[in-house]
Structure formats: structure tokens, C-alpha cells
């Protein structure tokens, strides 16, 4: 129950936004270069080393793939999508959230995987089979949006992991907390698993 528990408030703070009154956070994605007992230097996607402080209560979760059947009726989903051309969404990926994390961040907001891109937190209230992949009706907070999950895009959840499992070169999604002398505290991790990139 305790790994469930601390998994879910991981899960949390990577697909959620900040509490009133918290500065933004910072979310860093990339391939891990050192890491060490005090810290973790990222090297980012557009090139640059980020070195992040990691603390006793730096959470780390890892990802594991699922099928795109997994989505079903009922499932509590995070979803980064992009404008469509029919001017619905497309998800450029899917998390399947954990039954303890349902309700996380529940809401649309704006996303920065691509330019232009949101987050839609909720749950799946009807899956319609399409040429091109499945449409989600997805239900949050009183409010609908109609989301294309193609093949290509990326579906998976949440485990549990620990420190020991960042290694130099694996794939990572940081949520960081910034200071105000322009450093960097890792709040949560996600690291990839078994060849599965963190998608979000």
C-alpha cells in the first residue's frame, strides 16, 4: 500500500499543474548523462546539460508500455495531444493512469511537448474503433473532448522504480523545482524501462 500510495502522489506532480501560489515548475526531458548522490545532469533535447539536485523526497516512477486496446471505458487517462485537422485532437501520447493516481490533475491545459500542444486529464467515457486508430470521449470536470489516439502514438503507465535505476543514458521526464539563484531541484522522475521512453 505504501509504494501504491507514494507512486500516486509521483504521478501527481509529473501530470498535474502547480498549486496556487508554487512558481511553475520546470519539466526537462532528455537522456540521463551523470548522476550522482546529490544530483542528476540530463542532457536535454536541444543539446544543453541540465543539472538538477535530487533530495531525499525526489520521487522516481518508470514507464512501461501498453496496447492501445488498454485504453478502455472507465480508464483515468493523461493525454498530450495537438490540434487536428477536423479541429478535434490528436494524442501524440497516452498515459494510463494507475487506479490509485485516478484524478490527478483532472482538466485541460496547456502542454509543452510540441508547440501548441495540451494536456487533457480525465476519464474515458466512450472509445469509437476509426480508420486511423480509436476517438476517446474523454469526461473532465463537467466538460468533453473528442481525442484520435493514432497507432503511432506512444500508451503507457506508471510502476514503481527507485534511485538505483537512473543510469547514465536511459531516457528521463523531470519535473524540477527552480530556485530563485537559477538553480534546479529534481521533484519527480520518470525513467524509461525496458527500451520505453518516458512519451509525456
Same mark, same amino acid.
Given at each position: 500500500?505504501?509504494?501504491?500510495?507514494?507512486?500516486?502522489?509521483? *504521478?501527481?506532480?509529473?501530470?498535474?499543474l502547480?498549486?496556487?501560489?508554487?512558481?511553475?515548475?520546470?519539466?526537462v526531458?532528455? @537522456?540521463?548523462?551523470?548522476? =550522482?548522490? /546529490?544530483?542528476?545532469?540530463?542532457?536535454?533535447? =536541444?543539446?544543453?546539460q *541540465?543539472?538538477?539536485?535530487?533530495?531525499?523526497?525526489?520521487?522516481?516512477?518508470?514507464v512501461?508500455?501498453?496496447?492501445?486496446?488498454?485504453?478502455?471505458? $472507465? /480508464?483515468?487517462?493523461?493525454?498530450?495531444?495537438?490540434?487536428?485537422?477536423?479541429?478535434?485532437?490528436?494524442?501524440? !501520447?497516452?498515459?494510463v493512469?494507475?487506479?490509485?493516481?485516478?484524478?490527478? $490533475?483532472?482538466?485541460?491545459?496547456?502542454?509543452?511537448?510540441?508547440?501548441? /500542444?495540451?494536456?487533457? @486529464?480525465?476519464?474515458? @467515457? $466512450?472509445?469509437? !474503433? *476509426?480508420?486511423?486508430?480509436?476517438?476517446?470521449?474523454?469526461?473532465?470536470?463537467?466538460?468533453?473532448?473528442?481525442?484520435?489516439?493514432?497507432?503511432s502514438?506512444?500508451?503507457?503507465?506508471?510502476g514503481?522504480?527507485?534511485?538505483a535505476?537512473?543510469?547514465?543514458?536511459?531516457?528521463?521526464?523531470?519535473?524540477?523545482?527552480?530556485?530563485?539563484?537559477?538553480?534546479?531541484?529534481?521533484?519527480?522522475i520518470?525513467?524509461?524501462? =525496458?527500451?520505453v521512453?518516458?512519451?509525456?
Open positions: 500500500m505504501r509504494i501504491r500510495s507514494l507512486l500516486a502522489v509521483i *504521478v501527481a506532480s509529473c501530470l498535474a502547480p498549486a496556487l501560489g508554487q512558481q511553475p515548475a520546470t519539466r526531458r532528455g @537522456n540521463i548523462a551523470t548522476v =550522482d548522490a /546529490s544530483s542528476i545532469t540530463v542532457t536535454a533535447r =536541444d543539446g544543453q *541540465v543539472k538538477l539536485g535530487l533530495t531525499p523526497e525526489t520521487g522516481v516512477a518508470a512501461k508500455a501498453l496496447d492501445l486496446q488498454a485504453i478502455q471505458p $472507465g /480508464s483515468y487517462i493523461g493525454t498530450a495531444a495537438k490540434p487536428a485537422a477536423d479541429g478535434g485532437l490528436e494524442a501524440i !501520447e497516452v498515459v493512469f494507475p487506479e490509485a493516481a485516478r484524478g490527478t $490533475g483532472e482538466g485541460q491545459f496547456p502542454w509543452d511537448l510540441v508547440p501548441g /500542444s495540451s494536456m487533457t @486529464n480525465g476519464t474515458v @467515457n $466512450g472509445v469509437v !474503433e *476509426v480508420a486511423k486508430g480509436r476517438t476517446l470521449d474523454v469526461m473532465f470536470k463537467g466538460q468533453k473532448a473528442s481525442i484520435t489516439v493514432p497507432p502514438a506512444p500508451v503507457v503507465t506508471f514503481p522504480a527507485e534511485r535505476d537512473l543510469k547514465p543514458g536511459l531516457p528521463v521526464f523531470v519535473t524540477a523545482r527552480p530556485a530563485a539563484d537559477g538553480t534546479m531541484t529534481a521533484a519527480r520518470v525513467v524509461g524501462r =525496458d527500451g521512453a518516458p512519451p509525456m
